[in-house]
Structure formats: C-alpha cells, structure tokens
C-alpha cells in the first residue's frame, strides 16, 4: 500500500467528511469505494445496464411481459388502425 497526498478545497473535503461518516467509513476507504464505482461504470457504455446489473430477476419478468405483450397483440395492428 502507498501513501500519497491530496489536496482538496474546504467545501470538497467537508463533503468528503459527511459522505465518510454517514457510510461508516474512513475517508481512505470512501476514496476507494468511489474509484472502484467509477470503474465499473466505465466498463458498461449502456447506462440501463448498469441500472439493472443487481436485478437480474426483474430484467427477465420484464422481458417475458413483453414478450407475452407482443405476441398478443401486434404493434402493427395498432399502427394500422390509427391510420384507418
């Protein structure tokens, strides 16, 4: 592990604080856990992946709805009575 040191304005490092303390951590910890979040969304380009990555169960009913809503009713035939 390496030490290093960081300059930050007064109003950054007070918000740094209040972040630290209301996650329980120190502000080393904060550090890392903020990297670690900003790398891993750096690997995903499509924000809706990210969005759902802890709901894979969710994702699935979603897609089967709209499955199920697709084959029930088709969007062309919506499209063509509005037109008519």
Do not use: H
């Not at 990297?35 to 969710?58: H, M, N, R």
């Not at 809503?69 to 035939?77: D, G, I, P, V, W």
Request: hydrophobic share 40%; glycine share 2%; with cysteine.
């Amino acid at each position: 592990m390496r030490k290093i040191e960081v300059q930050l304005d007064t109003q950054t490092l007070e918000l740094a604080e209040q972040l630290a303390k209301s996650r329980q951590c120190t502000l080393p910890e904060l550090i890392t856990e903020v990297i670690k979040l900003l790398a891993a969304t750096k690997v995903t380009q499509d924000p809706w992946v990210g969005l759902f990555a802890d709901e894979s169960e969710l994702v699935d009913e979603i897609i089967e709805e709209a499955i199920k809503n697709r084959a029930s009713y088709s969007f062309n035939q919506k499209i063509e009575q509005g037109i008519t």
